[in-house]
């Protein structure tokens, strides 16, 4: 069983910046892409980031690019997403996930992701 756990949200000001953080367990973290999305106050999920397996390849939704940074260190199962320049619309629940095996690189699809954290609520006040 896959388990991702989510943490680092919490409540900045505009054009501040936060770390999330997701560790999972239940797989060899190496060997699967991740990804984070992310779900505003009465709005859909959306996706944010994605990095690859070897993380030479990340993807950024072009509302945070430049501005958000995901890494990851698969030595400690962990995948970081840097959020700085934050805005008022960056509000919402944020969370990882990963994707099957046999895909090397991220997606922009959710359904492309099969098991998902219990997401980290970032507020940004104006």
């Known amino acids: 069983q896959v388990q991702l756990v989510e943490s680092g949200g919490g409540l900045v000001q505009a054009g501040g910046s936060l770390r999330l953080s997701c560790v999972a367990s239940?797989?060899?973290?190496?060997?699967?892409?991740m990804g984070w999305f992310r779900q505003p106050p009465g709005k859909e999920r959306e996706f944010v980031a994605s990095i690859s397996k070897n993380a030479a390849i990340p993807e950024y939704a072009d509302s945070v690019k430049d501005r958000f940074t995901i890494a990851r260190d698969n030595a400690k199962n962990t995948v970081y997403l840097r959020m700085d320049s934050l805005k008022p619309e960056d509000t919402a629940v944020y969370y990882c996930a990963t994707r099957p095996q046999q895909y090397t690189l991220g997606s922009r699809s959710i359904g492309a992701y099969d098991y998902w954290g219990q997401g980290t609520l970032v507020t940004v006040s104006s």
């Open positions: 239940g797989r060899i973290f190496g060997t699967y892409v």
